[in-house]
């Protein structure tokens, strides 16, 4: 939805300037156009910067998950993905592990 909504503020940009080339008695077109480009541009920049960082925050993010979960099933200690644990099952967590989020200690 963003990009349909710059490139209408480009368009308008692009708009405005053609209408001072065609008329160049009344300047406020041209300060319109030029107005409406600085913030499609700055707009522009300033998601990009916050999309870098993003991304930053979500590659730690995924870093500190743990790759492997020790668990108890059927009385035997196992060692399975994280995204593999279902509700009920006993996790166990030694010091020093990474561990999965919603866990409920016993």
Not at 49 to 58: C, K, P, R, T, V
């Amino acid at each position: 939805m963003t990009s349909h909504f710059s490139l209408m503020l480009w368009a308008g940009a692009l708009l405005c300037f053609i209408a001072f080339g065609l008329d160049q008695a009344d300047p406020s077109t041209l300060y319109l156009g030029i107005v409406l480009a600085i913030v499609v541009f700055l707009t522009g920049l300033v998601t990009y910067f916050q999309n870098a960082q993003s991304e930053s925050i979500m590659e730690a993010i995924a870093k500190n998950r743990p790759k492997k979960a020790m668990v108890m099933r059927n009385g035997v200690k196992v060692e399975i993905n994280p995204d593999d644990i279902v509700p009920g099952e006993i996790v166990i967590v030694n010091k020093g592990d990474k561990i999965p989020a919603d866990l409920r200690m016993i």
